[in-house]
């Protein structure tokens, strides 16, 4: 298993709950197929270095865990299918295995 670390920005209309609700079940995916969450961040609401179809604020929330390179691929692909997401960027992290 290798380490990734994952930044998501969500769309501002969002409610808490809903915010929640998204990174549970980003965590509970994770753990479920093996893998392992090592940390979670919540940036909150910020502005955008520019607008994404026209909008200019949204909420960013980091994700760092270990998982394998398949469980990987279907949250990358969970990621671009759910319309909440306006942009999310998984890179792999260099700390230890």
Do not use: W
């Amino acid at each position: 298993m290798h380490s990734y670390e994952q930044i998501t920005i969500l769309k501002p209309q969002l409610s808490d709950k809903e915010i929640a609700e998204f990174v549970t079940k980003a965590k509970e995916y994770i753990t479920s197929n093996g893998g392992e969450v090592v940390s979670e961040e919540s940036y909150g609401r910020k502005k955008l270095s520019h607008p994404i179809k026209h909008v200019r604020d949204g909420y960013y929330s980091y994700l760092k865990y270990k998982c394998t390179f398949a469980v990987l691929n279907d949250i990358r692909r969970m990621s671009r299918l759910n319309e909440n997401v306006m942009r999310s960027i998984v890179f792999q992290s260099h700390d230890s295995k």
